[in-house]
C-alpha cells in the first residue's frame, strides 16, 4: 500500500520559510484515511464476543485474543474522535458503540476501577492495578459524548475522572510493590496525560474547572519533574519534587517529554500564554536533540539523565509512539511559533518514521524497530501497541498543518 502522493508533486521543495505544510497535510490525511483507520475496521472488530482485539499480527490476523482495557478506551476514542471531528461516517460509530458496549459490560470491578485486561468473552484476567485503563476509558467515553451524546456515556466518563482524582496519589493502591517511607517516588505519566484528558473532558468537566485544574498540572509537569539545570524531564522524582539519584529518579523517557510538551502547546494556546508555549517549544526540542541517535538514527526509548547505564534492557530501541508523537510536537511547536528549527527536524524525524515504521505491503505501521532501524517485531498490535498512537498523530499533523 503505498501513500497516494507517494512522488512529491511539483512545488514540494521545502520553503526558505520552512516546510510545505500543504503537501504534508495530504500526505497525512490520506495516510490515516485510506491505510490506518480501515486497517482497524478490518480486522480489529470481536463480532462474536464485542469488543476489540489488539493483537493483530503482520497482515491483521489475530494472534492472541486477550483483551486489554486502556486499548479499548483508545480504540472507542479514535472511532468517536474521528466521527466527530472529520466525518460522520457510520462505519466509525458503529466501531466505537461496539467497543464502548464491551467495556460498559465487563470493563470495571465493583468499585468502578477499571480491568487491565479480560479475555476474549470479558472476564477479568489482571486486576484493576492500572489507573490508565481509566484514563483511556474516560477519554473514550468523553469522545463518544461527543459524537453520540447520551448521558449514559456522561456518566461513565465523569465517575471515571472523578475517581482517577481520587486514586491519583497512590493509584496502584494494594498492588504497589514499593516498600512505604523509603524512597517513595512519584511518576510523571499520570499528571502528563491529565494535561490532555482536562482538555478532552471540557464539555463535561465545564471550562472554569478545566481552568481551576490547569495551574496545578502545569506545576507538575514544567517545575517538578523538569530539571532545569539538564533541561529534561525525569520519569520519577521525589514525593517532595525533589531529585532521587537512582535507577528510577535518572531516568528519562524522551518519547514522555515530548509527548507532554505539545499537550503543554496546546494548553499554552487554550490560556493564550506565549511565554509558556515558547518554553515548551524549547524544551520539546531540548529533549528530541538529546533523545535522537546520531549514530544510526531515530529516538532512543531510554536514557539515564547522569549518563549511567539504564536498567531497561529495551533503552535502545525505537517505537512507534514516541516518534509519531514527536511528529506532532514538531508540527505544532512550528504551527504555533514559526521556529524553523521544528520545521528542520519535522522533516528528519519524518524521514526517519514513514521509512521504517510503515508497512508498504500489508498496511498499518510496525511497532518495535532495534536501534538499526530493523524491525524486531511483525505485529500491527498487541498488548501495548493499538489504534491509538499512528491514527491520532497522522491527525494531528494534517489538521495541524491544515490551518497552517
Known amino acids: 500500500m503505498q501513500p497516494k502522493i507517494a512522488d512529491q508533486p511539483q512545488g514540494w521543495e521545502e520553503t526558505t ?12 490525511k490520506d495516510e490515516l484515511l485510506d491505510n490506518i483507520l480501515p486497517f482497524w475496521v478490518n480486522h480489529s472488530k470481536d463480532e462474536k464476543n464485542g469488543g476489540f482485539y489488539t493483537c493483530l499480527n503482520r497482515d491483521g490476523s489475530i494472534f492472541d485474543t486477550d483483551k486489554f482495557m486502556w486499548l479499548q478506551g483508545r480504540e472507542v476514542w ?13 462505519e466509525w460509530l458503529d466501531m466505537a458503540l461496539h467497543g464502548a458496549t464491551f467495556m460498559e459490560k465487563y470493563g470495571r470491578d465493583e468499585k468502578g476501577n477499571w480491568y487491565f485486561s479480560l479475555n476474549e468473552q470479558g472476564k477479568p484476567l489482571v486486576q484493576a492495578y492500572n489507573i490508565f485503563s ?6 473514550g467515553f468523553a469522545a463518544l459524548d461527543k459524537a453520540a451524546p447520551q448521558d449514559r456515556f456522561k456518566d461513565i466518563a465523569l465517575s471515571t475522572f472523578e475517581n482517577i482524582l481520587r486514586r491519583q496519589d497512590n493509584w496502584k493502591g494494594t498492588y504497589n510493590k514499593a516498600y512505604p517511607g523509603t524512597r517513595s517516588l512519584k511518576g510523571f505519566s499520570l499528571p502528563m496525560i491529565l494535561c490532555n484528558l482536562s ?34 524531564i525525569v520519569e520519577n522524582v521525589y514525593a517532595n519534587g525533589a531529585f ?9 523517557n524522551p518519547g514522555h517529554g515530548i509527548e507532554a510538551m505539545w499537550f503543554i502547546m496546546d494548553l499554552a494556546k487554550r490560556v493564550n500564554d506565549p511565554t509558556l508555549l515558547r518554553k515548551a517549544c524549547d524544551i520539546m526540542l531540548d529533549t528530541l536533540e538529546y533523545g535522537w541517535d546520531e549514530e544510526f538514527g531515530g529516538i532512543l526509548y531510554f536514557k539515564d539523565i547522569l549518563g549511567h547505564p539504564p536498567q531497561q534492557l529495551e533503552w ?9 508523537e514527536a511528529l506532532i510536537a514538531l508540527a505544532k511547536g512550528y504551527a504555533y511559533t514559526g521556529d524553523k528549527r521544528c520545521a528542520a527536524w519535522f522533516k528528519k524525524v519524518h524521514d526517519y518514521t514513514w521509512k521504517h515504521f510503515r508497512d508498504p505491503e500489508h498496511g498499518e505501521w510496525f511497532g518495535y524497530l532495534n536501534r538499526q532501524g ?29 490551518s497552517y
Open 78 to 90: 479514535c472511532f468517536s474522535h474521528m466521527f466527530h471531528k472529520i466525518a460522520p461516517r457510520q
Open 17 to 28: 520559510n520552512g516546510l510545505n505544510t500543504p503537501y504534508y497535510a495530504a500526505l497525512y
Open 199 to 232: 482538555l478532552e473532558m471540557e464539555h463535561l468537566l465545564g471550562a472554569t474547572r478545566v481552568a481551576e485544574f490547569i495551574p496545578t498540572v502545569l506545576h507538575e509537569v514544567m517545575e517538578v519533574f523538569y530539571q532545569p539545570d539538564k533541561k529534561l
Open 244 to 252: 532521587s539519584d537512582s535507577f528510577d529518579g535518572r531516568l528519562v
Open 134 to 139: 481509566d484514563c483511556f476509558a474516560a477519554m
Open 374 to 402: 530493523k524491525v524486531l517485531l511483525p505485529l500491527k498490535g498487541g498488548k501495548w501497541k493499538g489504534c491509538f498512537h499512528v491514527p491520532r498523530a497522522l491527525y494531528q499533523v494534517y489538521t495541524t498543518f491544515s
Open 316 to 324: 535502545d530501541q525505537k517505537l512507534w509512539w514516541v516518534h509519531v
